[in-house]
């Protein structure tokens, strides 16, 4: 502690905190988890040798070699160069993996440093903190997933939800809240029984209730598609007893007492999983007709499940323990070779949430695959182009489809093809399991087909445009398909044409993004103005009184609201004159009101809300973000009729994430009413983000 002390102590942490106050933090950690003196001195030194003046030869001769390494494996390499971050942030992963098949403590060292790290993230700036909690939940929570550390995969994961996504991770808990009082009154009625059943049988138990965790809450409503209510209704309860007999004993009483879910048992005392978990899980029909989840499992293997390896490496014993019984540690170290820093980050996220089946080559090798894998994906991972060449396998001797699942114990055999240029099917991507293959095949595609597909692409836009009677060579060649281009999320007008090509967006759909963009610019427009024109033809009588809109010097002119940033009153706002068409009134930061003013500041003028005036009705866009769930569109929509505004458009898109994304443009009377709207809609369950859409705002 003197010496991690001593050479932390001119360093603070971001929060203000003396930074010895971190390895101080990961060896408490680590010492909770059961873990020797050793582990303790090395967490405390973690980071010293790559933050300060201590060398790794000073750690070796104050502490020892085992100290040294376990040290030196934990390092993250920061005095190395690296072209990009995703190449340094793949060269620490792999030095981790290589160090911990020899010693699986530097990796549980690292996950106490990152748990700490992600406990004070609050002080790291909201870029770092995105990154950062990206990168832990896609690496170092299935890391302690895969090493059986439950309860330090599920604190990273909940601490790296609420810094990825703040709004929905509060929203999630406060539905939670909501619904927690009911939830507690069965729960309590089902320990009640279970406890009574279990001293019956004069059974010794400890028998509680299963937290639910927010980020599974999440993941849940996001990968399976899941309503809140039906991932919350579920009842979880852990059952932890003396022996392995009191395991089957309690399993008998419960299954006499509620009738068992059929194909939901499943016996891992007999069979451990992968990170040696053991346990006993059956699902029930319980009080009241709802599904009862229940674990049975001793008190030994109940604290190998929470510290998992932690728990299980006798290191006083055993020092130096190492990872024989993690072949999927072995495969993941034979692949951090890639070249490609991305490949192998993509590899690994992958990887390490899935479980493994044993395959054999021909001549007797065998070969680790992920549950699921396909003879495609055993191509692939034998070689690149034995995989692109793929034509068929042999299972067993027997001919298999390309699509069939590989098991335990089968002898795989691979036919290729001898024609010059064979490569893959893209329906192979909607078969392969492994990242590997799935990475080989997008990259032959991309290498390939890309410049046939901006052709194409090139081609059909050019004809959707003709169709539309727009100017082709004029926008070809001028700024209006790279403006277009970034609208769409694009990198270019290549990119563009390529997603045309490829079928990710229609060519008309562009053409007819195009048209709206050319329409409602009013720069065309504008700049035919000559320069010596200071005020606009007086037209008649009308628009001015009905928009509400007092036009600095001029009390007859007409004036009108641009649609480019749809200002409605309390908005800050300035006039432009055009030509033949009034006052064209802004919003003050509007990117087109400010453009139209660069060396024209003869024609911007000054304009103010008139509040005596009766405004008539504005028209408005508010944007809400919710977590899907069914009748949610309808529930807004309601929200929406009750405040009496008439919805002019609404689109709604649901991503992967299961996040919808739903835009409303309408009228309203009052625009002081907007505020009390979103504020209502935003108290609809699930919603957890609602603003108004300012479309012509200035970066």
């Given at each position: 502690?003197?010496?991690?002390?001593?050479?932390?102590?001119?360093?603070?942490?971001?929060?203000?905190?003396?930074?010895?106050?971190?390895?101080?933090?990961?060896?408490?950690?680590?010492?909770?988890?059961?873990?020797?003196?050793?582990?303790?001195?090395?967490?405390?030194?973690?980071?010293?040798?790559?933050?300060?003046?201590?060398?790794?030869?000073?750690?070796?001769?104050?502490?020892?070699?085992?100290?040294?390494?376990?040290?030196?494996?934990?390092?993250?390499?920061?005095?190395?160069?690296?072209?990009?971050?995703?190449?340094?942030?793949?060269?620490?992963?792999?030095?981790?993996?290589?160090?911990?098949?020899?010693?699986?403590?530097?990796?549980?060292?690292?996950?106490?440093?990152?748990?700490?790290?992600?406990?004070?993230?609050?002080?790291?700036?909201?870029?770092?903190?995105?990154?950062?909690?990206?990168?832990?939940?896609?690496?170092?929570?299935?890391?302690?997933?895969?090493?059986g550390m439950s309860e330090v995969k599920q604190q990273l994961e909940d601490l790296a939800f609420a810094a990825m996504h703040p709004?929905?991770?509060?929203?999630?808990?406060?539905?939670?809240?909501?619904?927690?009082?009911?939830?507690?009154?069965?729960?309590?009625?089902?320990?009640?029984?279970?406890?009574?059943?279990?001293?019956?049988?004069?059974?010794?138990?400890?028998?509680?209730?299963?937290?639910?965790?927010?980020w599974s809450i999440y993941e849940k409503m996001v990968v399976k598609g899941k309503e809140f209510d039906d991932i919350f209704d579920l009842i979880g309860i852990r059952v932890v007893v003396e022996s392995v007999k009191d395991c089957y004993a309690a399993l008998g009483s419960i299954h006499s007492t509620w009738k068992p879910v059929q194909g939901r048992f499943k016996d891992y005392i007999a069979m451990p999983k992968f990170n040696l978990y053991q346990s006993l899980h059956t699902t029930v029909v319980g009080p009241q007709g709802k599904p009862l989840e229940v674990q049975i499992r001793t008190f030994e293997m109940h604290q190998r499940a929470e510290n998992g390896v932690a728990a299980h490496w006798a290191y006083k014993d055993e020092p130096g323990a190492d990872a024989a019984g993690m072949p999927w540690l072995n495969r993941i170290i034979d692949w951090q070779s890639e070249t490609e820093p991305a490949a192998f980050m993509e590899t690994l996220k992958v990887d390490l949430e899935q479980d493994e089946v044993y395959v054999f080559t021909p001549?007797?090798?065998?070969?680790?695959?992920?549950?699921?894998?396909?003879?495609?994906?055993?191509?692939?991972?034998?070689?690149?182009?034995?995989?692109?060449?793929?034509?068929?396998a042999r299972v067993n001797g027997r001919l298999v489809p390309l699509d069939a699942t590989l098991g335990s114990g089968d002898t795989v055999e691979i036919f290729t093809s001898k024609v010059e240029g064979a490569g893959p099917s893209r329906d192979w991507l909607q078969i392969v399991t492994t990242p590997r293959a799935t990475n080989k095949i997008r990259q032959w595609f991309s290498r390939e087909r890309r410049e046939d597909a901006i052709e194409s692409g090139r081609e059909d836009l050019v004809k959707a445009m003709r169709r539309e009677g727009l100017p082709v060579q004029k926008l070809t060649t001028g700024p209006t398909l790279p403006e277009v281009a970034r609208s769409l999320n694009y990198a270019d007008v290549d990119a563009l044409h390529a997603a045309i090509g490829e079928g990710h967006?229609?060519?008309?759909?562009?053409?007819?993004?195009?048209?709206?963009?050319?329409?409602?610019?009013?720069?065309?427009?504008?700049?035919?103005?000559?320069?010596?024109?200071?005020?606009?033809?007086?037209?008649?009588?009308?628009?001015?009184?009905?928009?509400?809109?007092?036009?600095?010097?001029?009390?007859?002119?007409?004036?009108?609201?641009?649609?480019?940033?749809?200002?409605?009153?309390?908005?800050?706002?300035?006039?432009?004159?055009?030509?033949?068409?009034?006052?064209?009134?802004?919003?003050?930061?509007?990117?087109?009101?400010?453009?139209?003013?660069?060396?024209?500041?003869?024609?911007?003028?000054?304009?103010?809300w008139d509040t005596e005036i009766s405004c008539g009705s504005f028209v408005a866009a508010i944007e809400v973000k919710a977590l899907d769930r069914s009748r949610l569109l309808s529930d807004v929509a309601?929200?929406?009729?009750?405040?009496?505004?008439?919805?002019?458009?609404?689109?709604?898109?649901?991503?992967?994430?299961?996040?919808?994304?739903?835009?409303?443009?309408?009228e309203l009377g009052d625009p002081n009413h907007l505020e009390s709207l979103l504020g209502t809609i935003k108290r609809i369950d699930s919603v957890y983000d609602g603003y108004r859409i300012l479309p012509g705002k200035g970066g």
């Amino acid at each position: 502690y003197q010496v991690a002390k001593g050479a932390h102590a001119a360093q603070v942490r971001q929060s203000g905190d003396a930074y010895i106050t971190h390895p101080l933090a990961v060896a408490k950690i680590v010492a909770e988890l059961g873990l020797d003196a050793t582990t303790v001195i090395a967490a405390l030194l973690h980071d010293a040798v790559e933050d300060t003046h201590v060398s790794l030869a000073d750690v070796e001769a104050e502490f020892g070699a085992e100290v040294a390494a376990i040290v030196d494996g934990v390092t993250k390499l920061e005095r190395i160069r690296f072209d990009s971050r995703e190449a340094q942030q793949a060269a620490t992963v792999r030095k981790m993996l290589v160090a911990m098949a020899k010693d699986v403590r530097v990796l549980i060292i690292k996950l106490a440093d990152r748990l700490h790290n992600m406990r004070t993230i609050a002080a790291m700036p909201a870029t770092k903190q995105e990154r950062i909690a990206r990168e832990t939940v896609d690496i170092y929570a299935p890391l302690a997933h895969r090493l059986g550390m439950s309860e330090v995969k599920q604190q990273l994961e909940d601490l790296a939800f609420a810094a990825m996504h703040p709004k929905r991770y509060a929203e999630i808990d406060h539905m939670v809240a909501v619904r927690a009082p009911e939830r507690d009154i069965y729960l309590f009625q089902v320990l009640g029984e279970v406890r009574d059943r279990l001293a019956e049988l004069r059974i010794d138990a400890e028998v509680r209730g299963r937290p639910k965790h927010l980020w599974s809450i999440y993941e849940k409503m996001v990968v399976k598609g899941k309503e809140f209510d039906d991932i919350f209704d579920l009842i979880g309860i852990r059952v932890v007893v003396e022996s392995v007999k009191d395991c089957y004993a309690a399993l008998g009483s419960i299954h006499s007492t509620w009738k068992p879910v059929q194909g939901r048992f499943k016996d891992y005392i007999a069979m451990p999983k992968f990170n040696l978990y053991q346990s006993l899980h059956t699902t029930v029909v319980g009080p009241q007709g709802k599904p009862l989840e229940v674990q049975i499992r001793t008190f030994e293997m109940h604290q190998r499940a929470e510290n998992g390896v932690a728990a299980h490496w006798a290191y006083k014993d055993e020092p130096g323990a190492d990872a024989a019984g993690m072949p999927w540690l072995n495969r993941i170290i034979d692949w951090q070779s890639e070249t490609e820093p991305a490949a192998f980050m993509e590899t690994l996220k992958v990887d390490l949430e899935q479980d493994e089946v044993y395959v054999f080559t021909p001549k007797g090798r065998v070969v680790t695959m992920p549950v699921g894998a396909t003879p495609i994906d055993f191509a692939y991972t034998i070689h690149t182009e034995v995989g692109h060449a793929c034509i068929g396998a042999r299972v067993n001797g027997r001919l298999v489809p390309l699509d069939a699942t590989l098991g335990s114990g089968d002898t795989v055999e691979i036919f290729t093809s001898k024609v010059e240029g064979a490569g893959p099917s893209r329906d192979w991507l909607q078969i392969v399991t492994t990242p590997r293959a799935t990475n080989k095949i997008r990259q032959w595609f991309s290498r390939e087909r890309r410049e046939d597909a901006i052709e194409s692409g090139r081609e059909d836009l050019v004809k959707a445009m003709r169709r539309e009677g727009l100017p082709v060579q004029k926008l070809t060649t001028g700024p209006t398909l790279p403006e277009v281009a970034r609208s769409l999320n694009y990198a270019d007008v290549d990119a563009l044409h390529a997603a045309i090509g490829e079928g990710h967006v229609s060519a008309k759909a562009v053409a007819d993004r195009v048209t709206r963009t050319l329409r409602d610019d009013d720069t065309s427009e504008s700049e035919q103005l000559p320069t010596t024109v200071r005020q606009p033809r007086r037209p008649s009588r009308k628009g001015n009184g009905n928009i509400g809109v007092h036009v600095e010097g001029l009390d007859d002119v007409m004036v009108r609201l641009s649609r480019c940033c749809t200002p409605v009153p309390g908005d800050e706002i300035i006039g432009f004159v055009t030509r033949g068409r009034g006052v064209s009134v802004h919003r003050a930061d509007c990117a087109n009101a400010v453009s139209l003013g660069v060396g024209k500041g003869e024609r911007v003028i000054e304009v103010e809300w008139d509040t005596e005036i009766s405004c008539g009705s504005f028209v408005a866009a508010i944007e809400v973000k919710a977590l899907d769930r069914s009748r949610l569109l309808s529930d807004v929509a309601r929200v929406m009729s009750d405040h009496h505004v008439n919805i002019l458009s609404a689109t709604t898109v649901t991503g992967t994430d299961r996040i919808s994304k739903m835009r409303f443009e309408f009228e309203l009377g009052d625009p002081n009413h907007l505020e009390s709207l979103l504020g209502t809609i935003k108290r609809i369950d699930s919603v957890y983000d609602g603003y108004r859409i300012l479309p012509g705002k200035g970066g």
